[in-house]
């Protein structure tokens, strides 16, 4: 044995407001002839050409549901834009960077020898070879 036909009680079932719900039951009795265009239109308090356009936009929502779609999961577009290239290549470049600031640290660490002197760096200049030294006051000579 079969259940028997719920008609417009399938609407119940429907996640949404319940005022909605009962505007889209009202709609659907009129389809099926259990309530008059004119009864329905008291109910919603709509105009009968008001009625009948949301009649129409629920049907035609309904025929755009049953539409076929393509089967499985939708596509993922894997198209790259400049910029998230131009992003990527700095991630690179800065990648590259730390791993050698990584290799200096260490080296630091394991061998300061290397890096000793390399702190200030003399702003003056240095003087030339073999020119003469000035003589601070004071001084004898």
């Known amino acids: 044995m079969s ?3 719920e008609g417009v009680g399938h609407v119940d079932r429907l996640d949404g407001p319940e005022d909605l719900k009962w505007r889209l039951r009202v709609l659907l009795e009129t389809i099926v002839g259990s309530v008059s265009v004119a009864q329905a239109c008291e109910e919603l308090g709509v105009s009968e050409s008001r009625l ?3 009649r ?3 049907l035609v929502g309904a025929l755009g549901a049953l ?3 393509p089967a499985g999961r939708p596509a993922t ?3 790259t834009t ?5 992003l990527e ?10 791993q050698a600031a990584l290799v200096r640290t260490e080296l630091a660490l394991a061998m300061p020898e290397l890096f000793r002197g390399r702190g200030k760096k003399n702003r003056r ?3 030339k070879a073999g020119a003469p030294r000035p003589t601070p006051p004071g001084a004898g000579g």
């Not at 400049?82 to 131009?86: L, Q, S, Y």
């Not at 290549?89 to 730390?98: F, G, H, K, P, Y």
């Open 56 to 58: 129409r936009q629920a």
């Open 77 to 79: 577009a894997e198209t």
């Open 3 to 5: 259940r028997p036909p």
């Open 125 to 127: 200049g240095r003087k």
């Open 89 to 98: 290549t700095r991630i690179e470049e800065l990648e590259v960077d730390l």
């Open 52 to 54: 009948h356009e949301l």
């Open 67 to 69: 539409m076929p779609k």
């Open 82 to 86: 400049a910029r998230e290239k131009d």
